[in-house]
Every structure is written in structure tokens, then in C-alpha cells.
């Protein structure tokens, strides 16, 4: 079955700009999270979505913001736009939102701020 | 929040050569997980632990979930060059699906 499908792979904003990124799950799965990873920081959660409800968030600015659809895609924006943004964005899906759950990742969009 | 730490950060081996590395907590997990992340991709799950004291494979790579529950380890056996990457550990923590630490990045020598 397909996997985790991350739209755009790769794409340049300039700052102040907002952009959205978009993420389809596997078929079947209906918890989404998303994850920014930088060199210096890692993977850090941003949040955590499950039919269309955000579950958990973590400790980001609220120019994040994410929503998920009926049919379980999800997608992330971030507003107003600052170097420090530029970063991996990887979404990942699973079947439950239960703490022993693996994750399933895509391949990232990749935002670079200028 | 939640800290995992991996060592060693990096290690440059020979084709051929064993390879450990492992992942250290200050709280205790209910289960630990190893991703692999190539270059240009998202991680990818490699072993999945779930239970004090298990020892699992898959393939040449062998993981342990510590008896403390606060550590984890992985080891490849007779590296090849497809082996390059990034490890990372990554366990559930709170509220948070999936706490990861920084990650060992292997570089293999032919």
C-alpha cells in the first residue's frame, strides 16, 4: 500500500510569507503528527492529530497551526515566516493515537527561508 | 520535556566491521524504537522493543531494550555500505507521540 505522501518535497519562501504543507496518510490511518528536524535541534514535535481533533502540541509559537480533513489528510501552516523556520517537516501517520503506536514517516518538505 | 541520549554522535568504520551504539534516558520507557534515516528521507522503522530484557533482530541488526527500562541498544553486524545513515532512538513520552534523540550518524569506509 502507498505510504505517507508529504507535499510540497521542496520549497523556498522569503520571510514574513506563509506557507502550507500537506500530508496524506496511509490508507487506514487516522492519527497524523508532524515533526520539524534541523541539525542543531533534531526532531521536535509539533502536533499531533486524530479524526480531524488535535490530540497533543507541543512547544512551538502559534504561527504553527496544523488541521486534518474527514478523510484523514492533514495539513500544517506557518505564518509569518523567520530564517529559523527553515527546516525538514516531516509528517507521519499511524492507525491509533496510543502511546505504544509506530510511527509511519513521509520524506519531508523541505523549507528553506530566505 | 523528555531527553533521549544517543552515542556515540558519529563513527566512521570499515565495511565489515560490527557497529553499537545506544540510547540513554533519565525516565524510564515502556518501549523503545529505532529508526534509520538515509539522506533526502524520512526516518524509517528498523526494530521495535517493547518489553524489559528483549533482544530482537532483523537481518544483520540486533536491539535490546535495557532491563532498567532507561536504556537501549543497537548494533549492526558485518557493516556494508548501505548502512549509511542516521540512527535515531525514539520512545512515547506524555503526550508526545514519539520523543527522538539527536541520532548516531554512521559513515562506512569500503
Known amino acids: 500500500k502507498a505510504g505517507v505522501t508529504q507535499t510540497p518535497r521542496y520549497l523556498i519562501k522569503t520571510r514574513g510569507q506563509q506557507v502550507t504543507l500537506s500530508c496524506s496518510p496511509i490508507s487506514g490511518h487516522r492519527s497524523v503528527s508532524w515533526y520539524q528536524q534541523t541539525p542543531g535541534q533534531g526532531l521536535q514535535f509539533l502536533f499531533e492529530?486524530?479524526?480531524?481533533?488535535?490530540?497533543n502540541k507541543g512547544n512551538f509559537p502559534g504561527r504553527f497551526s496544523g488541521r486534518q480533513f474527514s478523510n484523514s489528510r492533514s495539513e500544517m501552516n506557518v505564518s509569518t515566516l523567520e530564517l529559523g523556520d527553515s527546516a525538514l517537516y516531516l509528517c507521519?501517520?499511524?492507525?491509533?493515537?496510543?502511546?505504544?503506536?509506530?510511527?509511519?514517516f513521509g520524506a519531508g518538505s523541505r523549507l528553506t527561508v530566505l | 520535556g523528555q531527553q533521549l541520549n544517543q552515542s556515540p554522535q558519529s563513527m566512521f568504520i570499515q565495511e565489515g566491521e560490527d557497529v553499537s551504539m545506544n540510547c540513554t534516558s533519565s525516565?524510564?520507557?515502556?518501549?523503545w524504537l529505532w529508526y534509520k534515516q538515509d539522506p533526502g528521507e524520512g526516518p524509517v522503522l528498523l526494530i521495535a522493543l517493547y518489553k524489559a530484557g528483549e533482544l530482537t533482530s532483523n537481518g544483520r541488526l540486533t536491539a535490546q531494550f535495557g532491563i532498567t527500562r532507561k536504556d537501549s541498544f543497537l548494533n549492526i553486524s558485518a557493516s556494508i555500505p548501505s548502512d549509511v545513515g542516521i540512527y535515531f532512538c525514539a520512545g512515547p513520552s506524555g503526550n508526545t507521540p514519539l520523543v527522538f534523540g539527536k541520532g548516531t550518524r554512521l559513515s562506512v569506509i569500503a
Open positions: 525516565s524510564i520507557f515502556n518501549t
Open positions: 507521519a501517520s499511524s492507525f491509533t493515537s496510543s502511546g505504544a503506536n509506530v510511527l509511519t
Open positions: 492529530y486524530f479524526s480531524e481533533t488535535q490530540r
